[in-house]
């Protein structure tokens, strides 16, 4: 039901655009999240977004220097990453919740991103 792509190989400063396209219904009641996770590390959050909308949530580490977006009219989150560091190096996945529950209950199937110094 989510389908991230845009991931990658580039060097330390670069730029990469992920993005992850909703294939369910009523994309609009979902609040949409992408979370990362790096060899031998926990998954973490990286940035949300609610589905009534307000102010994005970014984790400490990517402020900044990542953005995230939808766009409803095509079911699709975006995460533009500038600036990339090779502690920035992991799958990312996105992930939905309908109407904010307390756990996001869809995952896409994770893209690699590998940033070189």
């Known amino acids: 039901q989510l389908q991230a792509s845009g991931g990658g190989l580039v060097q330390a400063g670069g730029s990469l655009r992920l993005s992850c396209v909703f294939s369910?219904?009523?994309?609009?009641?979902?609040?949409m999240g992408w979370f990362r996770q790096a060899p031998g590390k926990e998954r973490e959050v990286v940035s949300s977004?609610?589905?009534?909308?307000?102010?994005?949530y970014y984790a400490e580490s990517v402020k900044g220097r990542f953005t995230m977006s939808r766009d409803n009219a095509k079911n699709t989150v975006y995460l533009q990453m500038n600036s990339l560091k090779p502690e920035d190096t992991a799958v990312y996945y996105c992930a939905a919740r309908y109407r904010d529950m307390a756990s996001y209950n869809h995952w896409g199937q994770g893209t690699q991103v590998t940033v070189s110094s």
């Open positions: 977004v609610r589905w009534s909308g307000g102010s994005i």
């Open positions: 369910g219904r009523a994309f609009s009641y979902y609040g």
